[in-house]
Nanobody, 121 residues
Framework: QVQLVESGGGLVQAGGSLTLSCAAS????????MGWFRQAPGKEREFVAA????????NYASSVKGRFTISRDSAKITVYLQMNSLKPEDTAVYYC??????????????WGQGTQVTVSS
């Protein structure tokens, strides 16, 4: 099964930018739909963004659309989340997820350990 390792989290001021990375363990990376989720303290985990197997289709939560961009690099077997115009409400642990099913709204079978993003006001 694929293993996922997130990196790139940290502390940033409101209005700033961060790029999260999620490195996968398998060269069959192109067979996995990838997603990013986040969980703020005291809240349930929520969907942030997803990208299709080929990378030609993406979905975003309404709260991040226009500010966040998900992308993937098959050569580096890595998926990225570029986050711009960050707000304090973006503060959360961000998780990378993977699944073999191509349907964009399907769940995810594999999860990373998470990386903390803190946005100060």
């Amino acid at each position: 099964q694929v293993q996922l390792v997130e990196s790139g989290g940290g502390l940033v001021q409101a209005g700033g930018s961060l790029t999260l990375s999620c490195a996968a363990s398998e060269r069959t990376f192109s067979l996995y739909r990838m997603g990013w989720f986040r969980q703020a303290p005291g809240k349930e985990r929520e969907f942030v963004a997803a990208i299709s197997l080929s990378g030609d289709s993406t979905n975003y939560a309404s709260s991040v659309k226009g500010r966040f961009t998900i992308s993937r690099d098959s050569a580096k077997i890595t998926v990225y989340l570029q986050m711009n115009s960050l707000k304090p409400e973006d503060t959360a642990v961000y998780y990378c997820a993977a699944d073999r099913r191509s349907t964009m709204t399907a769940g995810y079978a594999y999860w990373g350990q998470g990386t903390q993003v803190t946005v100060s006001s």
